[in-house]
């Protein structure tokens, strides 16, 4: 994703992959104020938690 320019105005970022669409990965970008990385970490924990971990259904695809 596109964090960097994010990162360099100082602000935390985070991406964090939420499902697929059309077979490809889609994901969500999280940026908070400065100095708040805890709330970035906090919102993508919740995130992950509510529409699960990516990875597994990439996995179980190739099974």
Do not use: C, H, K
Not at 12 to 19: D, S
Not at 23 to 45: F, K, W
């Amino acid at each position: 994703m596109y964090s960097t320019g994010t990162n360099f105005l100082s602000l935390p970022a985070g991406v964090v992959p939420i499902g697929l669409v059309e077979s490809l990965p889609t994901g969500i970008q999280v940026v908070g104020r400065r100095y708040r990385e805890d709330l970035i970490l906090d919102a993508i924990e919740a995130i992950e938690n509510r529409v699960g971990v990516l990875s597994r259904q990439l996995w179980a695809r190739e099974e």
